[in-house]
């Protein structure tokens, strides 16, 4: 069964640019999230889709957007960037949404360098 | 709102002794609690997940203890190795939220 599947692994973008990442989840996962990790912060959440709606958003500028595809598919979008975008964005597939005791699978993750 | 706090960015054991992380949350009674590990640069990997009716969770060296009365999780490695060496994290997920992560112990276990 093939993981979650993160392209591109790693990105140098240009301030003002925009971006788009894109993640496949494990067949059969409906939820789709996204997650920023940087070195001091840890991992903060974006987004949450499960049935191509959203369910969650976390506390980041509306240049941050997301999508959920009918196949499960997600992309998630950053316009206009900023230095302080660079980080590794990951992205988890699980079961189900709203279900606690649904573990969550990452991808490697695409590593974004804003110069 | 919910609040995850692990709280040791970093720990150092020698190999062979048994490692103990925390984890404690507030304002929230999950009914489960998960712990990830995570290597630099890749994804976190699932571990255990423990019920609140559980107390304790076996796999292999590893245990976690869940004590809601307390608001805390312990997540033990006996035996550790240097393999075993790197960033633990326990998450929950309150009700209609999403998956939240604590910020992460690092370990590291010394040769």
């Known amino acids: 069964k093939a993981g979650v599947t993160q392209t591109p692994r790693y990105l140098i973008k240009t301030r003002g640019q925009q971006v788009t990442l894109s993640c496949s989840p494990i067949s059969g996962h409906r939820s789709v999230s996204w997650y920023q990790q940087t070195p001091g912060q840890g991992l903060q959440f974006l987004f949450e889709?499960?049935?191509?709606?959203?369910?969650n958003k976390g506390n980041f500028p509306g240049r941050f957007s997301g999508r959920q595809f009918s196949n499960s598919r997600s992309e998630m979008n950053v316009s206009t960037l900023e230095l302080g975008d660079s980080a590794l964005y990951l992205c988890?597939?699980?079961?189900?949404?709203?279900?606690?005791?649904?573990?969550?699978?990452f991808g490697q993750g695409t590593r974004l360098t804003v110069v | 709102s919910q609040k995850i706090e692990q709280n040791s960015e970093a720990l150092n054991i020698q190999e062979g002794k048994t490692a103990t992380l925390t984890c404690n949350y507030t304002n929230y009674s999950p009914a489960y609690l998960q712990w990830y590990r995570q290597d630099p640069g890749r994804g976190p990997v699932f571990l255990l997940l423990?019920?609140?009716?559980?107390k304790e969770k076996r796999k292999e060296r590893l245990k976690v203890t869940f004590d809601t009365t307390l608001k805390q999780s312990l997540f033990h490695i006996t035996a550790s190795q240097p393999a075993d060496s790197a960033t633990y994290l326990c998450a929950l997920r309150p009700p209609a939220r999403q998956l939240t992560f604590g910020s992460g112990t690092q370990l590291t276990v010394l040769p």
């Open positions: 423990i019920r609140e009716n559980e």
């Open positions: 889709y499960f049935s191509e709606t959203q369910r």
């Open positions: 988890a597939s699980s079961l189900g949404s709203f279900q606690s005791n649904t573990e969550a699978f």
